[in-house]
Nanobody, 117 residues
Framework: QVQLVESGGGLVQPGGSLRLSCAAS????????MGWYRQAPGKQRELVAL???????NYGDSVKGRFTISRDNAKNTVYLQMNSLKPEDTAVYYC???????????WGQGTQVTVSS
């Protein structure tokens, strides 16, 4: 059974930082592209960041230069370091595991990030 469990969300003031983690089980983590998406109330889910099997990264325009995605294949975990947070970063953040060349996509349950003073 595949599980993606996100953690690290919470309430932070504007300008602050958070680090999200997503621990995967039930998949061969090293062959999956991993990513973070987010969805704010009333908006569509949008790409935050992706990291490939070879550690190539891709970011949504709104987070470039502020967020960093990384992965630890030994721990089956992907991270999202979020710095200089803004109120518009408030959303539920979802972890994605996608195996290239297949339709095997898995999502986590989401973790809430709220940026507010």
């Amino acid at each position: 059974q595949v599980q993606l469990v996100e953690s690290g969300g919470g309430l932070v003031q504007p300008g602050g930082s958070l680090r999200l983690s997503c621990a995967a089980s039930g998949i061969i983590f090293s062959v999956y592209r991993m990513g973070w998406y987010r969805q704010a109330p009333g908006k569509q889910r949008e790409l935050v960041a992706l990291i490939s099997i070879g550690d190539y990264t891709n970011y949504g325009d709104s987070v470039k230069g502020r967020f960093t995605i990384s992965r630890d294949n030994a721990k089956n975990t992907v991270y999202l370091q979020m710095n200089s947070l803004k109120p518009e970063d408030t959303a539920v953040y979802y972890c994605l595991a996608a195996r290239p060349g297949t339709s095997s996509d898995y999502w986590g349950q989401g973790t809430q990030v709220t940026v507010s003073s």
